[in-house]
């Protein structure tokens, strides 16, 4: 099992562009999660899911959409994206009440 | 606010010395975790609990639900051990609201 993988693990966009973090798990779990990482700050959640077909907001959800067409992928989209988006952002999924699983990490820098 | 509090925010140790980070937490949980975020920055899990001890290796994480208030406790540290540790707990009114702390930093050295 590859477990939680994240494709780009880095990307640097200007002011405007747009771009796709892709999530893929291999673990059957329904609930998905993208969280985003800043220095100083605990793990904040953007966008969630609890199944295929399902989306959800978070606490940071501005500037972010989300998509889960299938059970295994969660894709996080910045439509246009801005120097506050810079950040490392992390995937995780879950399986009900268990524990979370962490994919590797994107660090996006936004200039 | 911060819903999920550790301390101490950053901690150096020698090799072999037990070693102790603390949460604290102000809602109501379904369960604790602490993760394990290493400087390459991958973030693993490495307890679950809702109620009183478990231990794993060197590690030993325990749980007071009166007082809410958990440890994760390190024994004979090793330099392998220099990571961030992060304290979550999973909110019992949300399943889907993890609040985290900010993480203890943890450096051991040899």
């Not at chain 2, 980070?21 to 490495?46: D, E, F, K, R, T």
Request: with cysteine; hydrophobic share 30%.
């Amino acid at each position: 099992n590859a477990g939680v993988t994240q494709t780009p693990k880095f990307r640097v966009l200007k002011t405007g562009q747009s771009m796709t973090l892709l999530c893929a798990q291999d673990m059957n779990h329904e609930y998905m999660y993208w969280y985003r990482q800043d220095p100083g700050m605990g793990l904040r959640l953007i966008h969630y899911s609890v199944g295929e077909g399902t989306t959800a907001k978070g606490e940071v959800p501005d500037g972010y959409n989300v998509s889960r067409l299938k059970k295994q992928n969660f894709l996080l989209g910045l439509e246009s994206a801005a120097p506050s988006q810079t950040s490392v952002y992390f995937c995780a999924s879950t399986k009900e009440a268990y524990e979370q699983y962490f994919g590797p990490g994107t660090r996006l820098t936004v200039t | 606010k911060n819903e999920v509090e550790q301390s101490p925010q950053n901690l150096t140790a020698q090799e072999g010395e037990f070693i102790t980070i603390n949460c604290s937490y102000s809602v109501g949980i379904s369960a604790l975790h602490w993760l394990q975020q290493h400087p390459g920055g991958g973030i693993v899990s490495l307890f679950m609990l809702s109620s009183g001890k478990k231990k794993h290796g060197r590690l030993i994480a325990t749980i007071n639900i009166q007082e809410k208030h958990s440890s994760l406790h390190i024994t004979a540290s090793h330099p392998r051990d220099s990571a961030v540790y992060i304290c979550a707990v999973r909110s019992l009114y949300n399943f889907n609201k993890f609040y985290f702390g900010s993480g203890t930093k943890l450096n051991v050295k040899p």
